[in-house]
């Protein structure tokens, strides 16, 4: 009998996915404040350090979440083969 996938795993792996698209819409924002400021004649310096941390919080978190889902199911995947032994 083959074992279903953990529904925990499988949760974490939908949340990663999603924290790269809400990364995404903030910086959508952002780039939005920066063209209303540059627009005004403020300076937009941040701008580009707002790359690179908006970057990074949509990598670091999604990836960590992935592994953790892997590795939930890996444990699963071990508990599963030890009940199924006789």
Do not use: H
Request: proline share 5%.
């Amino acid at each position: 009998m083959k074992k279903p996938l953990n529904r925990v795993a499988v949760a974490l792996w939908i949340l990663a996915a999603i924290v790269p698209v809400a990364e995404g819409a903030q910086y959508a924002a952002m780039i939005a404040d920066a063209k209303s400021l540059a627009v005004r004649g403020d300076t937009i310096g941040f701008f580009t350090e707002g790359i690179v941390r908006t970057a990074f919080a949509a990598i670091l978190p999604a990836a960590q979440l992935a592994a953790m889902g892997v590795l939930i199911d890996l444990v699963d995947q071990i508990r599963w083969n030890a009940l199924c032994r006789p």
